[in-house]
């Protein structure tokens, strides 16, 4: 298995994007999420997640980062933005004091194709 860039389109412009989430009822929720090719997983904001009404996947990770390390929910949940709907699972955290609610890593900007 090798990991082939599938969305490098979402780098043309900078390391953020916007992307439109929906929430149960259909309304679209668009926010700032940035790519970073140094994070391993995707990563959402907990009252974002709660308010478009995420999908929460009974899984708890440990996560490593600056901070040390910590457990977090995964859940999983669809966005639009310009390569199109990206279905993925997402960390849950508290990222109300950083600069964008949203963090897409690896699992989005790369994906395993099979040989």
């Known amino acids: 298995m090798r990991h082939t860039p599938v ?8 390391p953020v994007i916007n992307v439109t989430f929906l929430t149960d009822e259909g ?5 700032e999420a940035l790519c970073d090719t140094g994070a391993s997983s995707s990563s ?4 974002l997640a709660e308010f478009i009404g995420v999908e929460y996947t009974g899984t708890i990770v440990k996560v490593r980062n600056a901070n040390g390390v910590t457990k977090r929910r995964r859940c ?11 279905g993925t699972t997402f960390t849950v955290a508290d990222r109300s004091k950083l600069s964008n609610p949203v963090i897409l890593g690896r699992d989005v900007l790369y994906y395993a194709e099979e040989e």
């Open 27 to 31: 309304w679209p929720i668009t926010v």
């Open 44 to 47: 959402i904001d907990e009252h």
């Open 76 to 86: 999983y949940a669809e966005f639009d933005c310009t390569v199109g709907i990206v």
């Open 7 to 14: 969305h490098t389109a979402l780098l043309r412009d900078g």
